[in-house]
């Protein structure tokens, strides 16, 4: 059964906290993303990685981490230097840079 | 000028209506388009490409591509409660990022 999962779906850290959000795809895509969604807004991109051991920044990269050193995986770290982490947070993946993204079911992060 | 706009609702139609959200989007050189449904509290679900000038079709739905005007659109035909959700216009700019409007949030009424 191929699909994109994130877990934990829900997350509650303290202020000052790193906390790492898991990404796993088992549809062989090449290029995974993460993405954070706002209330009323659209969804902003954070990072991406088109190949392995390879990523770049997207739009609000500031206070986030990521890794990719294996095809199938890609957390997030969301460091205590992001200054407003509560979000809806939404990673994605797909064959190539330039084909369509499917989205897991997303993480829910609460800073408490 | 925002990258990727849409009129972000509520839509309202009737139950077996033709529901019609619109978007449009100011890089020139884009050449793919998609629309995501999301319903409340959950991820994206893709539900249209769209490359070419035209209309495609699949299903109940329409996706419209006018790249002149640079303009997209959706059609719901037979709308249902079902189908009430808010719905994302994605643009894949010349960065290869893809852009997401806010969306358009549609309520079906029975």
Redesign the interface.
Same mark, same amino acid.
């Given at each position: 059964d191929g699909g994109i999962t994130q877990s934990p779906k829900y997350l509650f850290r303290k202020e000052g906290q790193n906390v790492t959000l898991s990404c796993e795809q088992n549809l062989n895509h090449d290029a995974m993303?993460w993405y954070r969604q706002d209330p +009323? *807004? +659209? !969804?902003r !991109?954070i990072y991406?990685s088109q190949i392995v051991n390879d990523f770049q920044k +997207?739009?609000i990269a500031e206070g986030y981490s990521v890794s990719r050193e294996k095809k199938e995986s890609f957390p997030l770290t969301v460091t205590s230097a992001q200054k407003n982490p509560t979000a809806f947070y !939404?990673c994605a993946s797909s064959i190539g840079?330039?084909n369509? *993204? @499917? @989205?897991?079911? +997303?993480t829910r992060l609460t800073v408490l | 000028q925002k990258e990727?706009e849409q009129n972000?609702g509520p839509l309202s139609v009737p139950e077996g209506a033709i529901a019609s959200l619109n978007c449009t989007y100011s890089d020139r050189g884009s050449q &793919?388009f =998609?629309w995501?449904r999301q319903y409340s509290g959950? &991820?994206?679900?893709?539900i249209m &490409?769209i490359y070419s000038n035209g209309d495609k079709e699949d299903g109940r739905f329409t996706a419209q591509l006018n790249k002149a005007s640079q303009y997209v659109s959706l059609l719901i035909r037979d709308s249902q409660p079902s189908d009430s959700a808010t719905y994302?216009c994605?643009v894949?700019v010349y960065t290869?990022?893809?852009? =997401? /409007?806010? /969306?358009t949030r549609l309520q079906v009424f029975p």
């Open positions: 993303y +009323g *807004q +659209g !969804l !991109l991406y +997207g739009d !939404l840079g330039k369509e *993204q @499917f @989205f897991g079911p +997303g | 990727v972000s &793919s =998609f995501y959950k &991820s994206p679900e893709l &490409s994302l994605a894949l290869d990022k893809l852009i =997401f /409007g806010t /969306g």
